[in-house]
């Protein structure tokens, strides 16, 4: 192998002679095997990679060739893509350099690519276009508010004390729809009309608009009575009763209702 | 090692026992005790039928096959219960064997009869152990057949065989026509019955009524469905806490295949209430697709263990029934099985396992449903089954992630409408319901689950 990396490296300018020592050592060994058949052979794998520089040299090369059990065609094929591999493509380069160079390239636009789609990733599920949500879809409904203290004002909507509540609580109900991931593009307002009797019952109304392709689905699925119903429900559940005070929504009171 | 050891000490135990009890005066009759030099000479057939009765339940009394009821404890009006072991490869007595005398007792008062064959099946070639089960069939069957002419009733007969003693169990009833009452099949032995005909093996012509238990069809039990229901721990094969490999020593053999009799005694002891699911095949169960037992009803899915009087009917109707359950490693063995419906808006269809942790106060248990992707498709409800090796009582949250397999690329985002917790098993306990939640790829989601309310 030594002998035969040397040959290779040096190429042309490499001195025959000082191959030979290194082969002589087995001399005697390669005096015993056949030589008639492989001395063939040999001539041919000469002429056809390491040119003169082997050649003179049939001791050497049929040792190496026996010990690697290496046909002579094998290494000769090999010898001459090393050699290829080799030539200066140009400046100091050379071409093995420039193969390495190619394959990093590939990989490295390979990764950029799928980085790059990762980021520029677009979900379809959050693509919308309000403009075409036009079809209504309301809701009617009441809850009570056990914590808030009564006062006689409250049961008419003019009065002052009625309208900040109204408003805080339409606040309130605007928020929770728009934080929604399902619902919140669609909801469009809530309203609260009107303050019951004395357990506090507040009416309320919520508008949803939707596209008006595929209206039949949103209509009995994602904004069916059961889901938005269900989703204020899950709201007034992870309240905290005392954080909440005087705002507090008792979940079981909670009524809703699709409007015709 | 240290199971060997332990299998040593109880049989010097059980010995010191025996003899304790002999020298009080009264006689025990005990379980043929042998050891592996017995094996290595070969042992020649000899049975012996040795009584326990709520009376004697420490004492085991042997019975003569021509006049059982010499015996006054022995009263055929009775029902009997024979226990019927297997090959025994060391001669030791079955460590399981009281503790089934003992527990059969406590189900019912009747004779149990525990059929020691232990000359004969103790012999290190299998094949020849083999052989014997039909000689000791045949001398069961005339005790049988001469119990019936003293007055019992062949229909309050029940067997109870592990591994070979279940064919052996198998022929007897096929000598007595299938009128025996039950045979109960604790993993029924697999070599040398592989490609056995239903005559020569456990079949459901063999008795009234039987039923079998698998844990190791993959080795020493048998694949197929031998009974009117066939009950299948963890699919039958591999049971979760038994060695995968042979450095465990003995236990890397026996473990799998005891797990039947550990089963079927703990469920005897009503400390796990194993349901099992009929279902088509194991993958399928996993999947949810057989969580329901309409077949049944009003009668909830069959229960492994004594009592079958509320599902024998509908299982004799039905033929051949597979029931399939899942495991834990140790006892109480039963796992807390939820069905998890969930609804997805996502326009796009993706697949995706799941990852659930219940919580409770500190403690939580987890279930990762990875056996196969789950489906996610628009406004379609994807099911699956969860199991949990805990039983929190009360869920205050639940953690849940995805992973739909996405090494590189975006990550994927699943919008559920819903998620619907059912607890299978225990009707009493209200369904979880969360609305309207979103699980982004591996990112671990938490809430706290509401009650379903009415109507979903």
């Known amino acids: 192998m030594d002998i035969e990396l040397q040959t290779k490296t040096n190429g042309a300018t490499y001195l025959s002679k000082e191959q030979v020592p290194a082969g002589n050592g087995d001399g005697a060994a390669y005096r015993i095997t056949e030589v008639g058949e492989e001395d063939g052979l040999l001539s041919a794998q000469t002429s056809g990679c390491n040119g003169g520089t082997v050649a003179s040299d049939h001791a050497v090369e049929t040792q190496i060739n026996l010990e690697k059990i290496h046909t002579p065609q094998e290494t000769s094929a090999v010898c001459r893509i090393k050699g290829e591999l080799n030539e200066v493509i140009f400046w100091r380069v050379k071409l093995w350099m420039a193969i390495i160079i190619l394959f990093f390239f590939i990989f490295a636009v390979i990764i950029m690519s799928m980085l790059l789609c990762s980021v520029i990733h677009e979900d379809k599920d959050e693509i919308f276009d309000p403009s075409t949500f036009q079809v209504p879809q309301c809701f009617n409904g009441s809850f009570q508010l056990p914590n808030l203290v009564f006062t006689e004002e409250l049961f008419t909507m003019s009065s002052n004390e009625s309208q900040t509540l109204a408003g805080e609580l339409r606040e309130k109900l605007a928020d929770l729809y728009r934080s929604s991931p399902a619902l919140g593009r669609y909801f469009s307002k809530a309203d609260i009309y009107a303050f019951r009797n004395q357990l506090l019952l507040a009416d309320f109304q919520l508008t949803f608009l939707m596209p008006a392709e595929h209206q039949d689905q949103l209509r009995n699925i994602t904004l069916s009575r059961k889901m938005v119903y269900n989703v204020f429900r899950q709201f007034l559940y992870d309240q905290e009763p005392d954080e909440s005070g005087q705002m507090y929504i008792d979940p079981v009171s909670l009524k809703m209702f699709l409007k015709h | 090692m240290l199971s060997c050891r332990l299998l040593l000490l109880l049989g010097l135990l059980l010995l010191c026992k025996g003899q304790e009890e002999s020298g009080g005066g009264e006689s025990c009759d005990n379980f043929t005790d042998l050891n592996l030099s017995h094996c290595f000479m070969g042992t020649v057939l000899y049975v012996r039928l040795l009584l326990y009765t709520r009376s004697n339940l420490d004492c085991g ?38 503790h089934l005398v003992q527990l059969l007792a406590e189900q019912e008062d009747m004779n149990v009869i525990v059929v020691d064959w ?326 671990e989601v938490a809430f706290r689950p509401l009650p379903c309310g009415s109507g979903l």
């Not at chain 2, 010499?70 to 064997?97: C, D, E, K």
């Not at chain 2, 449903?369 to 994807?382: A, G, M, N, P």
């Not at chain 2, 917790?421 to 591996?442: A, G, Q």
């Open chain 2, 61 to 98: 009394r042997e019975l003569d096959h021509h006049h059982p009821s010499s015996q006054p404890l022995f009263n055929v009006s009775r029902p009997t219960a024979f226990v019927i072991h297997g090959y025994r490869p060391t001669g030791a007595p079955p460590i399981w064997i009281d």
């Open chain 2, 118 to 443: 232990n000359k004969g099946a103790a012999n290190l070639n299998y094949f020849t152990a083999v052989t014997y089960t039909r000689d000791a069939a045949h001398n069961l069957t005339g005790f049988i057949e001469t119990m019936q002419e003293e007055g019992a009733s062949l229909s309050s007969v029940h067997l109870l065989g592990v591994s070979l003693g279940a064919h052996l169990a198998g022929f007897v009833g096929a000598n007595l026509h299938g009128k025996i009452g039950r045979i109960t099949g604790l993993d029924p032995a697999g070599p040398m019955f592989t490609s056995a005909i239903p005559e020569e093996r456990l079949d459901p012509t063999d008795a009234m009524f039987v039923d079998v238990l698998h844990t190791d069809m993959d080795s020493f039990g048998l694949r197929g469905t031998h009974g009117h229901i066939d009950f299948y721990a963890n699919g039958g094969a591999d049971q979760p806490g038994c060695p995968k490999t042979i450095f465990s020593g003995k236990a890397y053999f026996v473990c799998d295949h005891q797990r039947s009799m550990f089963l079927f005694l703990c469920a005897l002891n009503r400390t796990c209430s194993l349901t099992g699911y009929p279902c088509s095949s194991y993958s399928h169960f996993l999947e949810g697709r057989c969580l329901q037992c309409e077949a049944f009803k009003p009668a909830p899915c069959p229960v492994l263990g004594y009592d079958m009087s509320q599902w024998r009917d509908t299982l004799l109707k039905l033929g051949q029934t597979r029931a399939f359950f899942s495991t834990t490693s140790t006892l109480p063995y039963r796992k807390m099985s939820y069905r998890v419906d969930m609804v997805t808006w996502n326009q796009y269809l993706r697949w995706g396992v799941v990852y659930i942790r219940l919580h409770s106060g500190k403690n939580f248990t987890e279930a990762r449903i990875d056996h196969k992707q789950l489906r996610f498709e628009q406004y379609t409800s994807s099911r699956l089954l969860a199991q949990f090796d805990e039983d929190l009582q009360q869920v205050h949250k639940i953690s849940m992630r995805i992973n739909t397999g996405n090494v590189i690329g975006p990550r994927y985002k699943i919008r559920l409408l819903r998620i619907r917790f059912t607890p299978l098993e225990r009707p009493e306990r209200p369904l979880m319901c969360r609305f309207d939640i979103i699980l982004e790829e591996n990112m």
